[in-house]
């Protein structure tokens, strides 16, 4: 039996079982690079305090086989889904998809991970299984459009569910009928608000979908029911959540030509807080090159194409969380203390002298700009500094600022922890399913005494 009442959701179900990533060399060696990215926010993460609550709070004693990283524990696989994905996006520190609008690699490996636990695979199959997972949440998000995300949904949430089962339904070379199935198993558990922004709640959001995405494909292959025309229903995914900005033909036109890990690409981050202030970063981080120094600044403004600075929820943060999403904050520390650091966005109270230069920053929009969409082009700032001698300094950043290489964070993340030295390595080059329980081996090790 297959979906052919529904066109769409049979084409999109029928592309992420079909799909062989493995043959582009460009797509493996990003995936290998982002997975690497991943592991250290997800090691980093373990030792979060709101991790070590999730933890307990969700049953994370429970036996089972499912690691969790950082940590000697193995749990539920299911368990262990929720407190990874919350471990990967707790510090901001992981990476962000442009199609998506959000965050695929904390859903989707996550998901993998604690599948591993059930079934064996070899690495290989991770790899490829996870490049799937990113082009169907990415391809998702294009085919929604910009007002999802606009009216207050956090896509890395609503979409992930529906790309770690895409992955998952890969992985096991699920039935076309099947696969639709567990995609909207998926989309019907689609949630996730932006409102949490700033709070312990953001994080647990892609734990939430790697959860969600996981259990669906493990419904739907022991036979359980569901709609199989999620997309294509009047009732279905767009209807609900694209608010009439949909574009149903992104969601397999030109699939995987080149793969969406590719091109636009997952952009790795430089600075642990919302991708959406990194590129205000990059130019405070310049300014302090340069010699400016804060109190020679009268005011500060900046510009932003309409819906750039959707995500940047606070203006005046009280704190290291809320200053995450704070260009204000952000531009201040960037330019007083010439880096951005874990410790600029923890739990404590913000620093008065950084929040004295924050506060004579306004922001402002160009609505004869394009509207920011998923088309990088679309995102820029502009600074304007006017100085107190009278004069002015202007600086624009297009695009947004990311690394190449995540050797020197991840190295920063897991230090002074050598147990975990070779992952990166042998990430780079796992192909069988002995390697891939060796990676498992090296991730279970305690770095988390919250988590034991």
Sequence with gaps: MTTTFAPLTSAFARAIISSDPLEDPAAVDAARTAIIDFLACAIAGARDRTTGILADAIGARLPGEAILLGSTRRTDPLIAAVVNGHAGHVLDYDDVHASVRGHPTTVIIPALLAFAAEREFSAEALVASYIVGVEAMARLGLSLGSKHYENGFHATATLGTVGAAAAIAHLTRASIDETAIALGLAATQSSGLRLQFGTDAKPFHAGMAARSGLLSARLAAAGFGGARDFIDNPTGFHSAYAFGAEHPSALTENWGSPWQIVAPGLTLKAYPCCTASHPVASVGIGLNEEGLRPEAIERITFTYPPGADAALVVSKPSNGIEARFSPEYVF?????????????????PVAPRLMELARRVHRRHDHTALRMSSD???????VDILLRDGSTIQRRYDGLPGLTDPAEKFYGATAPHSAFADIPSLVLTM??????????TLLNQDVAPNLV
């Design 376 to 382: 990088p082009r679309t995102r820029f700032v502009i």
């Design 332 to 348: 201040a520390a960037a330019l007083i203390d010439g880096a951005l650091r874990l410790d600029h966005f923890d739990e404590q």
């Design 431 to 440: 192909s069988s399913a002995t390697d891939l329980r060796q990676l498992l």
